[in-house]
């Protein structure tokens, strides 16, 4: 699944600490690693008032010298990775620094991008944590975010990884990224399920639904979700990966980061999408909240619904209060 990783660096410390993550995650021998440096010349204006621009911006700019030093910073780093073993690619280019990444891995069909959820700002340097948004909000390809405050792994292997499911085939997307990185690591995975306190809940559910949550308690919910875990959790047994279950009554977004603290787990894997309905996340929201709070690297998987899932899907009325019990 993951031959080929893109980790776009900025020049900064910052951003290089990401690499300690891709380092523990990732053999020298499955993977090759394309460093990539955006240069950008202008960017600064967009965040500088006008009369700031003319005070601090320089009457020129040394583009050629620019891109010499980016040349140098990654021939640096790609000296140490090859002493690790990996095989290493590097690229310079220009232009706008998210939609540079993304049009990258596109072109070059990497499996993967790593970086940092900030970096260094200034003149020639990125605002990682915008450009980290938006990579997310962009990409294609699945995302690996480190906070820059995680400088080293704690551990030296990766011995736990939190995958959050709401019930949903979106959800369930991230998965096979996690077995994957399980099996590779010999590492067990922790299954989770958050359930919404019913006075949450009905914030949730379309008009008319609040009449079915007199009928259904917060413990029946439990059940469903411990037992919607179980059957998955048979399926990584399958697949020869152990695994752990929790369901725990709390806001999805919460309970993620608070589980993942106080289990030390080194890796939350989850998708950016899931669906809504009793029981299920809004995942778009909770993705986004787990990525500004988590305090451990987070690799976040665009779910896709295949056409023959939209096409087949029932929107009628009768359809989705079945799907709320379900």
Avoid at 9 to 14: F, I, P, V, W
Avoid at 204 to 217: Q, R, V
Wanted: one cysteine or more; glycine letters at 6%.
């Amino acid at each position: 699944m993951y031959r080929k990783i893109l980790i776009p660096l900025d020049g900064s410390s910052l951003a290089e600490r990401v690499l300690a993550h891709v380092e523990l995650m990732f053999s020298p021998k499955k993977v090759e690693i394309y460093l990539l440096r955006v240069v950008t010349l202008y960017g600064y204006r967009d965040v500088l008032r006008p009369d700031m621009v003319a005070e601090l911006a320089p009457p020129a700019l040394d583009v050629d010298k620019l891109y010499e030093e980016a040349r140098d910073y990654l021939r640096l780093k790609k000296g140490e990775l090859r002493e690790m073993g990996y095989t290493v690619y590097t690229h310079v280019t220009a232009g706008d620094v998210a939609a540079t990444i993304c049009e990258f891995a596109d072109a070059q069909d990497v499996d993967l991008i790593a970086m940092t959820t900030h970096g260094y700002s200034g003149l020639t340097r990125w605002l990682i944590g915008s450009v980290a948004d938006r990579v997310v909000r962009s990409a294609e390809r699945p995302v690996l975010l480190v906070r820059p405050s995680m400088e080293t792994p704690a551990e030296t292997e990766l011995r736990q990884i939190l995958v959050p499911l709401d019930g949903s085939e979106l959800a369930e997307q991230a998965l096979p990224h996690a077995v994957t990185l399980a099996k590779d690591n010999n590492a067990t995975i922790l299954l989770v399920q958050a359930i919404l306190p019913l006075e949450e809940l009905v914030l949730y559910m379309p008009l008319g639904a609040p009449e079915f949550l007199s009928d259904i308690s917060t413990e029946e919910l439990k059940q469903q979700a411990e037992k919607y875990l179980k059957q998955v959790q048979d399926r990584l047994q399958a697949e020869g990966v152990a695994s752990e279950v929790a369901v725990v009554e709390g806001r999805p977004a919460d309970v993620i980061v608070d589980l993942a603290e106080r289990e030390g787990v080194g890796l939350i894997v989850m998708s950016t999408h899931g669906r809504s309905g009793l029981g299920r996340w809004v995942f778009g929201s909770v993705a986004d909240k787990v990525l500004h709070s988590a305090s451990r690297p987070l690799l976040l998987v665009r779910g896709s619904r295949s056409e023959q899932a939209v096409e087949g899907e029932d929107t009628s009325e009768e359809a989705s209060q079945e799907g709320k019990t379900s």
